[in-house]
């Protein structure tokens, strides 16, 4: 009899256990992010492909024609 008596109440507290709720709230935020560019890059940059401009309009029209024969024949014998 105590053993029948000692499963019930075993029982009895898993259920009772069983039946607990907990209740867990997440709240996601949004993360805001500030990314600041750096001018003096970007100032750098400019000032090089400027240079790279002005070397490439010195360059005549005939000497462009000239370089390119010169490359595709060296391609052909190759």
Known sequence: M????????IV??????????TKH?????PIHMTIDVNVKVQQEL???FKKT???LKS???KEAEDA???YL?????N
């Open 2 to 9: 105590t053993r029948v008596l000692l499963a019930c109440a």
């Open 12 to 21: 009895s507290m898993a259920l009772v256990v069983g039946c607990i709720q």
């Open 25 to 29: 709230e997440i709240e996601v935020k």
């Open 46 to 48: 400019q000032e090089k």
């Open 53 to 55: 401009d002005e070397e």
């Open 59 to 61: 360059i005549s029209d």
């Open 68 to 70: 390119l024969a010169k």
């Open 73 to 77: 024949e060296s391609q052909k014998a």
